[in-house]
C-alpha cells in the first residue's frame, strides 16, 4: 500500500470515529504508528519530492485530525478541554483498554518525537564544519606566565 493510500485510510478511520461509528481503538493506534514510522522514513530520503510529498501528507493528516475532533466536540456537546480530560481520565476506560492506550499512546508520542527531529533536520540549514587542524597549537598568552 502506497504512503498515500495509508494516509486515506487513517483519514476515513479518524473520520468514522468522529462520526461515532464503532472503530477499533487498537486498529487506529497501530495503523497511526506505522504510518509515522513511515513517513519518518520517507523524511530521511534523498530525493526532495518525495519528502515535499510526506510533509503534505502529515500536514494533511494533520488537518484532517483537527476537523474530526471538532466533529467530535460538536457531537458530544464536549469542549475541547472537556474531551481531553475524558481521554486522560482512566475511570473511563476498562483497565485492559487503558494499559493499551497508555501503551500506544507512549509509541505515538516517541514516533513523534522522531518526526519532529527528522522535520528539524530538514528545515536547519547544512553547515559544513571545518575539520580541526589537531597539529596546529595554540599560543598562550604571557599574563599566564610568571
Not at 69 to 88: D, N, R, W
Request: charged share 30%; net charge negative; with cysteine.
Amino acid at each position: 500500500m502506497s504512503l498515500k493510500e495509508e494516509c486515506q485510510q487513517l483519514s476515513d478511520l479518524f473520520h468514522r470515529a468522529a462520526e461515532g461509528q464503532s472503530i477499533d481503538l487498537q486498529q487506529v493506534f497501530a495503523q497511526s504508528l506505522q504510518f509515522f514510522e513511515r513517513l519518518k522514513v520517507e523524511l530521511k530520503e534523498e530525493d526532495p519530492k518525495r519528502r515535499q510529498e510526506a510533509i503534505a501528507m502529515l500536514m494533511e493528516i494533520y488537518q484532517h485530525m483537527i476537523k474530526d475532533t471538532k466533529l467530535i466536540c460538536e457531537t458530544s456537546g464536549m469542549t475541547e478541554e472537556q474531551l481531553v480530560s475524558f481521554a486522560e481520565n482512566p475511570t473511563n476506560f476498562s483497565p485492559e483498554q487503558w494499559t493499551s492506550i497508555q501503551e500506544s499512546r507512549e509509541k505515538i508520542f516517541h514516533a513523534g518525537q522522531d518526526l519532529a527531529k527528522a522535520l528539524e533536520q530538514l528545515s536547519a540549514p547544512q553547515v559544513e564544519k571545518k575539520p580541526h587542524d589537531p597539529t596546529k597549537k595554540t599560543k598562550k598568552s604571557d599574563w599566564m606566565r610568571s
